[in-house]
Each structure stands twice: as C-alpha cells, then as structure tokens.
C-alpha cells in the first residue's frame, strides 16, 4: 500500500507531497495522522528552512473523500464532530507550523483542499487551475476554516455567492483578489515554489516565525493590540543571535549566514 505522504529533502527545503492521485488527491484517512507529524518533523529540524506542499499527479486536493464522508450519516453528532476535527488539527497544523508553508497548486483545488491550500502561509499556482466551494452542490455546508480564510480578501456578498452557488474561480481571478502569490505555467508550480522556498530557507528561522505569528494576527486585532505583539516579539528578535548576525553583516557590508544562528536561542516554534 502507498504512503499517504510522500516527503523529499531538496536542499534546505522539505517538499510533502499528498499522495492520493487516483482520487485527485482526496483527504485520505492517512493523510490525518501523517501531515501534522510531517509538519512537526520538519519543524524540529534546524536543517529545514521552508516547506512545500503539493498534490501528487495534476491536482492539489479534491477535498474530503466522498465515499467516507457518506458513512457519517449513520453517526451519532458526536462521533461526526470528533471526525471532523481531524480535518481541523490537520487544518491548524499547517497554520501554526513556525516554518513557512508554499502550497504548490497544479490543477486546482475544491472543499477541505481550498481550506489546505489557505492554510499555507503563500500560494504558487498554475494558471489553468480552479478552485471551489463545492461543499453545497453535495448537500453540505463548508468546514476547515474554510469561510474564514475567504472573509480575508472577499466582500460578504462574493463569499456567500461562491458558497452558495459552489461555482469555480479561475487562479487568475483568484490571484486578483490577493492569496495567490505567483502564477506560473501550467505543470511549473512546483518548480516556481521551490525557488520561492530556498529564498525563504536562507532567512532567520526564529524571526520567520516571528514574522508568521504577526502576519497571522493582523487581520483580526486592533492596532493597539498589534503594537503591543510587534513589541513583545521585537524584544525578543533584538535579543537573538539571528540579529546581532544579521545586523553584523549589514554593518560589515556582507551576506549573512543565518545558519550560523540555528542552534542558538532555543526553538523557532509558533509562540
């Protein structure tokens, strides 16, 4: 039997790849248990810098797998809750993962998979792609974080048509609209996300993962609320190694090599 998750080192770059082609990658049931472990793994690995996540064969992810999600109306409400929330551990581990996440999309991506393509930090998609919230044309309504993702860069009005009607966006639009960070040729998603990623392996971990948790709360707090985040991390960036390397070779009129830096000051996780 294949793996769910297929992992590659490529330089100081983790590359998951979401091994279920014969279904365009449907959430299987491994992927559950095997992502956020892959995502802890590569965390705790001073020699990763960045990770990209992708689809096996044409397509990011499909969703859930229809054929289990079927077999929950038997299920008492709470046995259904405590499945869904696998997709939704599955959902914050790519959010919190200190380390930043590209998603590279090929193909598209409908359902839970839109909510893990958002999930990640930037977007490298092919301009043939389409996304969806296919939840309704199924009888369903959206989960995995789904809606509050797209409330961040769609009007209420757009988000309920989108949901309602469950009719694909273009990457292009999509790219219009904000998330998409690069758009690339079809079938050179995943080759634009790992020069995107190399770029962003070299930088300082701890302060990436400073920079994730402010970027990640700027969209919900209030200013005073956000100045006082800035402070309490900048503190602690003025206090580390990564800085007084960074500041060094910006005096000294040099690169900095922040790997010097890995093993200094503790862990690059998510505060």
Known sequence: MSSPLLTEQQGAVRVLTNNNPGMRNAISAGLYAALPQALREAQDDPSVG???????????CAGGDLTQLALRHTLAPAQRREKLENLHHLVRALRDCSKPVIAAVE?????AGLSLALACDLLVVARDAVFSMAYVKVGLSPDGGAT?????????QLLTELCLTGDRISAERL???GPVNRLTDPGAALAESLVLAQRLAQGPQRANARIKTLCRHAHHADLDTQMELEATLMVESQGDAEAAEGIGAFLGKRAPDFSITRQANGSTRTP
């Open 175 to 177: 790219h219009s609209l």
């Open 148 to 156: 509050a993702f797209m409330a961040e860069f769609l009007s209420r």
């Open 50 to 60: 960045a990770i990209v996540l992708t689809g096996a064969g044409s397509f990011f």
């Open 107 to 111: 193909g598209g991506a409908s359902g």
